[in-house]
């Protein structure tokens, strides 16, 4: 089996196309878990952390619809012309987009797979969003305490 390139990104760090939109990494499946992990009352605890960090990812682990779509990720990465490339991306990049990417990792490795895993945007500061849009106005990233 070939080696599968794993990568998670933040949409707020992405360049934006002509039209204005976030360019996402080029992958075979690009995996957009803004609205799709979302549980604020878990997250509180986790801010000054990364996806890297277990706590992290158990949060997201634990996330409705976690365990389904991650399933769903590592069998489509198992099919027979399955991808080389997902990358998986959240608002910042620090938490759910790396905590996932880290935990497919994990169960494709299990299933006997090679993973190399590139997180862009995971030691950046934890990006804070106005009420405008909260997707692409006036970002302004939190200084590290």
Do not use: W
């Not at 706590?55 to 634990?62: A, E, F, S, T, Y």
């Amino acid at each position: 089996m070939r080696t599968i390139r794993l990568t998670s990104f933040g949409y707020l760090h992405l360049p934006t196309g002509p039209d204005g939109s976030p360019v996402p990494p080029a992958a075979d499946r690009i995996e957009d878990v803004r609205d799709r992990l979302r549980d604020p009352a878990a997250a509180r605890d986790i801010l000054d952390l990364d996806g890297l960090n277990p706590r992290v990812q158990d949060v997201v682990l634990n996330t409705p619809g976690a365990r389904e779509l991650l399933a769903n990720l590592a069998d489509y990465a198992d099919l027979p012309v399955g991808p080389s490339r997902i990358a998986i991306g959240c608002a910042g990049g620090r938490h759910r987009a790396s905590g996932l990417t880290e935990l497919l990792a994990r169960a494709l490795r299990d299933r006997g797979r090679e993973v190399v895993v590139e997180h862009l945007h995971v030691h950046l500061p934890r990006v804070l969003k106005t009420p405008a849009d909260p997707r692409t106005a006036n970002t302004e990233q939190e200084t590290a305490r």
